[in-house]
């Protein structure tokens, strides 16, 4: 089995500052893509953010120039400049997991809270 553990979340003040992390550990070959979703009270979870396996990354476009996603092995991290209350939601890790040659699965972290106030 695969875990994904998440910290780094928070309450901060708009305008400020909070880094995520995601260390993933477990039955693990390889790691592909590696993403940061959020979902919000009554909203469908959405992608914030992914970094593939060549450090390629995308976002979505609410966070563009505020949000950088990196990683460093089995750790993806998310930083995110000038947060907005529009930012706040639960903040979840998730990854394509290579366990064997023939077996790839992907998994979900527990998630994290990310408060914003304005």
């Known amino acids: 089995q695969v875990q994904l553990v998440e910290s780094g979340g928070g309450l901060v003040q708009a305008g400020e500052s909070l880094r995520l992390s995601c260390a993933a550990s477990?039955?693990?070959?390889?790691?592909?893509?590696m993403r940061w979703y959020r979902q919000a009270p009554g909203k469908q979870r959405e992608l914030v953010a992914v970094?593939?396996?060549?450090?390629s990354t995308n976002y979505v476009d609410s966070v563009l120039g505020r949000f950088s996603i990196s990683r460093d092995k089995n750790t993806v991290l998310l930083q995110m400049n000038n947060l907005k209350p529009e930012d706040t939601a639960v903040y979840y890790c998730?990854?394509?997991?290579?366990?064997?040659?023939?077996?790839?699965?992907?998994?979900w972290g527990q998630g994290t809270q990310v408060t914003v106030s304005s």
């Open positions: 477990g039955s693990i070959l390889r790691i592909n893509a």
């Open positions: 970094v593939a396996n060549n450090s």
């Open positions: 998730n990854a394509d997991v290579q366990q064997t040659i023939s077996r790839m699965m992907n998994f």
